[in-house]
């Protein structure tokens, strides 16, 4: 009766380490141990963000080298199929096995890709271990989440937000320039190899200092629900990836995608209810604000990777922007995001509270991305900086707190499918954003390029609505305006998009109920709604 009233409320049914048969602790004060292996969480976390920014700067120099210019986008589309495709494995790997065992897993897989991928003598065998390197880095993200919050109170979590923002921050802003100094001094091979000592340092340091209890769980793996979720997730990659670049969106084999993702999907859903221990336990969803989390983190990345993309692009093509420095465009937006995730967390730690930052971030948000899609040929640097100074106070809000309140939702068991789907929705979210705003984008400056230049515009933007900077330089002068014209147009139409998007995490963050943190101080005879903190070895 309990259990069917928490689901009818939303709320995961309460429990006390009495009821548990554990004795209540008194929180104590964070051994320095804790924050050695948040360091090494950090490193890990910055390998999972950091390769593909280093790899997209040295993309060129691989194609010189390698050839297989056909197969370019398969370098990058393997890595994220198989990203995607792991990190829910990886979350029930850590939750029925041990999450220690299963992340340095992770990291070995991720550090094993890394190295023959810098060994690669051809573009096949570059791709076939850049997959091998994804199924590592779908461990990685999921890992630290679910180890965090293992090792971390929800209520003490929020001090560590600024850490995690800041390593994000630093992989966009530095990714960029890493890769592009990497491989002007070393060579191309060594945007992977770079990965291993840094590996290898999270790696000690994990061994050396984590110690969480060791499962041992004799139901076996869900291999049909595995297999049926990778499936559809692959479909549904494929056909953002595919469609409207390789395939038309109406064209037989995205149809074929799509129909393939939906039966599997459908197909999974049906088997995680009859599954003995499923891959994505279904029973999460009955939380309400787990449910409105994935919502929200889906939308954010929905708009934060399409930002992330477009902006350099409009920069470099209409304000004239180098490309080398592509990263340091980005600083007003990455750090007012960092400042306000920081805010948020102590906030989140001293008050309990947290409601208030969707709120507030979908607001910013909308806002934000709305005064993006104003800016036209005319706009200054200093107006699109603090453009985009609103959307990354609105993604301050948003991002480390949708991780914290999904988590907070559900009991200790289910921490790591609740990391890993959090992640998922918001890596599928990023996949349907570039795709649809690239779509709008795409379109929208071939429609302006031929209105504005005639048949030579629409040779122009013939194979690609996204020029380097050479393709740009050799253009006639009336046509390069013409160009600047169409990227501006281009941008409006995906920003609107987002901002209309947006609005949605406000729609969200509205039901959003402020369930107690796991974690706070509590008034006697008070219960804390949501599960406990389990008593764990000391790290």
């Avoid at 191309?188 to 291993?196: G, S």
């Avoid at 988590?407 to 954003?433: H, K, P």
């Avoid at 969200?508 to 949501?530: H, I, M, N, Y």
């Amino acid at each position: 009766m309990a259990d069917t009233q928490a689901a009818e409320t939303g709320q995961e049914t309460p429990k006390t380490p009495e009821a548990a048969g554990q004795p209540e602790e008194k929180p104590e004060k964070e051994p320095k141990s804790v924050r050695v292996v948040m360091l090494a969480l950090m490193v890990a976390m910055m390998l999972a963000m950091l390769d593909n920014m280093i790899v997209g700067t040295a993309m060129p120099t691989i194609v010189g080298e390698l050839g297989g210019l056909e197969h370019l986008s398969w370098v990058v589309t393997a890595y994220t199929l198989a990203t995607a495709a792991a990190t829910p494995l990886w979350g029930k790997l850590g939750d029925m096995y041990g999450r220690k065992g299963a992340f340095m897993t992770s990291i070995v897989i991720f550090l094993i890709g890394s190295a023959l991928s810098g060994m690669a003598q051809d573009m096949g065998q570059l791709i076939g271990f850049r997959a091998v390197q994804g199924l590592g880095a779908g461990g990685l993200m999921v890992g630290v989440m679910a180890i965090i919050g293992d090792l971390v109170p929800p209520r003490e979590r929020g001090k560590y937000q600024g850490m995690m923002a800041g390593v994000m921050a630093l992989a966009m802003i530095g990714g960029p320039l890493v890769g592009g100094t990497i491989t002007d001094n070393w060579g191309w091979r060594w945007a992977f190899y770079i990965n291993l000592p840094l590996g290898v340092v999270a790696l000690a340091a994990i061994s050396a200092v984590l110690h969480l209890p060791k499962k041992r769980n004799k139901t076996r793996i869900d291999y049909l629900g595995a297999a049926l979720l990778t499936l559809g997730i692959t479909s549904i990659v494929l056909v953002t990836t595919w469609g409207g670049s390789e395939y038309a969106w109406t064209s037989a084999r995205i149809m074929e995608l799509i129909g393939i993702g939906v039966v599997a999907l459908i197909g999974f859903v049906f088997w995680q209810t009859k599954a003995a221990e499923p891959v994505l336990p279904l029973h999460i969803f009955r939380s309400r604000n787990f449910t409105l989390m994935s919502i929200i983190g889906f939308i954010v990345g929905f708009v934060m990777f399409g930002a992330t993309l477009f902006l350099p692009l409009y920069q470099q093509a209409v304000q004239g922007a180098s490309a080398t420095n592509s990263g340091l465009l980005l600083l007003p937006m990455l750090g007012a995001m960092l400042v306000t995730s920081m805010v948020a967390g102590r906030v989140t730690t001293s008050t309990g509270r947290y409601k208030i930052f969707p709120l507030v971030g979908g607001v910013l948000l909308s806002i934000g991305l709305y005064l993006l899609s104003t800016m036209d040929t005319d706009t200054t640097r200093f107006t699109s900086g603090v453009y985009m100074a609103v959307v990354g106070l609105g993604m301050g809000c948003l991002m480390q707190i949708t991780m914290l309140v999904a988590q907070n939702s559900v009991e200790m068991r289910d921490m790591g499918v609740a990391s890993s789907s959090t992640t998922l929705f918001r890596t599928l979210g990023s996949s349907f954003g570039v795709a649809i705003m690239g779509a709008l984008f795409n379109n929208r400056v071939k429609d302006v390029m031929a209105e504005r230049a005639g048949s030579l515009g629409s040779k122009i933007t013939e194979q690609s609505a996204q020029l380097d900077a050479k393709s740009l330089a050799k253009l006639p002068v009336a046509a390069r305006e013409a160009y600047q014209h169409a990227v501006s147009a281009g941008t409006h139409s995906a920003f609107l998009l987002g901002a209309v998007i947006a609005v949605l995490v406000l729609a969200a963050a509205v039901f959003v109920k402020e369930v107690p943190l796991r974690g706070g101080p509590q008034k006697t005879g008070e219960s804390d709604e949501a599960a406990p903190m389990p008593v764990v070895e000391a790290v």
